[in-house]
């Protein structure tokens, strides 16, 4: 099944949900072939809205199989296990999910396309009831005292509720995902299912040869190849002198950009951080490409022995903390002039002329 296909079917399935027809989005989810793990994540949650408790776990196994750092679906099928009363396994999954955490008082995952925020100190409370239903008591209050340090205002009396529950050795509520929150699709990928045509048709605005009417791409002649080979070479060297002029820093989650001043990046990836900003935002390269991801997307790596070898091979300048500022540019309009040639460009067609 193609992109553009899964796409138009997560969307209609997404749709069916805010209109409460859960039984047809959850028969347009199953249809899609090798659904990714937010459409897995999806299906498992309502799943669990229709108390299929075995299916919302395949569900979910099969979400975490496809990304091993979402947290918020070990959260989900930690909340599967537990109503199915295996709370060993709610136990383990409700850990993993607070050591996705990475130590963060929340996760927010509005940038994937989740309206939802996972808090530390709802994960530490329902690892907390896990082992209170596993009779460790002890443990269950060392969990909620250690909620406290991630508490927020909002949650601050229901977790004080549940310490006082655990004193006199009683149950407490469970911290639940509300599961009609879906991932949905990038809302500019949806605008452009329906086939554009942004280019338009070629049209000769200016011509070295008179009465030219020709509207396509003509071969380049040998002086443009060489041009061209020569400017290449020098867009390589900017390039790697802009890259290393950032942190290396490996990519942990994938992020999907809603607007254009951000960057898609999946998790292997490696990006130069130019700038962090105090919103947690980073400005940052990647495949020659500058635009803004979550800082906590992020990790720190080691890269001093591979900037060496690449110091060695160019002569660059040393790397600073500085981020390289855009040049100012003209839209719509671009000339290169060397050695008495000029090479014109305009709309489509290509001339050189000496």
């Given at each position: 099944m193609?992109f553009?296909d899964?796409?138009?079917?997560?969307?209609?399935?997404v749709?069916c949900?805010?209109?409460e027809d859960?039984?047809?989005?959850?028969?347009?989810?199953?249809?899609?072939?090798?659904p990714?793990?937010k459409?897995?994540f999806?299906?498992?949650?309502?799943?669990l809205?229709k108390?299929?408790?075995d299916?919302?776990?395949?569900?979910f196994?099969?979400s975490?199989?496809?990304d091993?750092h979402?947290a918020?679906?070990?959260?989900?099928?930690?909340?599967a296990?537990?109503?199915?009363?295996?709370?060993?396994e709610?136990?383990?999954?409700?850990?993993?999910?607070?050591?996705a955490?990475?130590g963060?008082?929340?996760?927010?995952?509005?940038?994937?396309g989740?309206?939802?925020?996972l808090?530390?100190c709802?994960?530490?409370?329902?690892m907390?009831?896990?082992?209170?239903?596993?009779?460790n008591?002890?443990t269950?209050?060392?969990?909620?005292?250690?909620?406290l340090?991630?508490k927020i205002e909002a949650?601050?009396?229901a977790?004080?509720?549940a310490?006082q529950s655990?004193?006199?050795q009683?149950?407490f509520?469970?911290v639940?995902f509300?599961?009609?929150?879906?991932f949905?699709p990038?809302?500019?990928?949806?605008?452009?299912?329906?086939k554009?045509?942004?280019?338009?048709?070629?049209?000769?605005v200016?011509?070295?040869?008179?009465a030219?009417?020709?509207?396509?791409?003509?071969?380049?002649?040998?002086?443009v190849?060489?041009f061209?080979?020569?400017w290449?070479?020098?867009?390589?060297?900017?390039?790697?002198r802009?890259?290393?002029?950032g942190?290396?820093h490996?990519?942990?989650f994938?992020?999907?950009?809603?607007?254009?001043d951000?960057?898609?990046?999946?998790?292997?990836?490696?990006v130069?951080?130019?700038?962090?900003?105090?919103?947690n935002?980073?400005?940052v390269?990647?495949?020659?490409?500058?635009g803004l991801?979550p800082?906590n997307?992020?990790?720190?790596?080691?890269l001093a022995?591979?900037?060496?070898?690449?110091?060695n091979k160019?002569?660059?300048?040393?790397?600073?903390?500085?981020?390289?500022?855009?040049?100012?540019?003209?839209?719509?309009?671009?000339?290169?002039?060397?050695?008495g040639?000029v090479?014109?460009?305009?709309?489509?067609?290509?001339?050189f002329?000496?």
């Open positions: 193609s553009v899964t796409l138009r079917l997560w969307d209609e399935a749709t949900v805010d209109k859960l039984s047809e989005a959850l028969r347009i989810f199953l249809s899609i072939e090798e990714n793990s459409i897995c999806n299906m498992g949650c309502l799943h809205l108390e299929d408790l299916a919302a776990e395949k569900a196994d099969n975490i199989r496809k091993e979402l918020v679906a070990f959260f989900q099928r930690g909340i296990f537990y109503k199915k009363n295996k709370y060993e709610s136990l383990g999954d409700f850990q993993r999910a607070f050591k955490l990475r963060n008082q929340l996760i927010d995952y509005k940038a994937l989740l309206r939802y925020k808090y530390a709802d994960v530490l409370n329902n907390a009831l896990a082992e209170a239903e596993l009779g008591w002890e269950a209050q060392e969990n909620l005292v250690k909620a340090d991630y949650k601050l009396n977790i004080d509720k310490l655990t004193l006199k009683k149950l509520k469970l639940e509300p599961s009609k929150v879906l949905k990038n809302k500019h990928y949806v605008a452009e299912l329906e554009k045509d942004y280019l338009g048709k070629a049209k000769v200016a011509s070295v040869v008179p030219d009417e020709f509207s396509g791409f003509a071969p380049l002649q040998p002086q190849m060489l061209v080979l020569v290449m070479r020098h867009l390589k060297v900017f390039y790697l802009r890259a290393l002029e942190d290396p490996t990519v942990l994938e992020f999907v950009p809603e607007t254009s951000e960057l898609s990046v999946v998790p292997g990836n490696i130069f951080v130019l700038q962090r900003g105090d919103d935002w980073a400005s390269v990647f495949n020659d490409r500058r991801v800082y997307y992020l990790e720190p790596l080691e022995s591979k900037q060496n070898e690449v110091k160019v002569s660059v300048k040393a790397p600073n903390q500085k981020p390289p500022t855009r040049p100012h540019r003209k839209p719509g309009k671009c000339g290169f002039s060397f050695s040639n090479f014109i460009y305009l709309s489509g067609t290509s001339y002329h000496k």
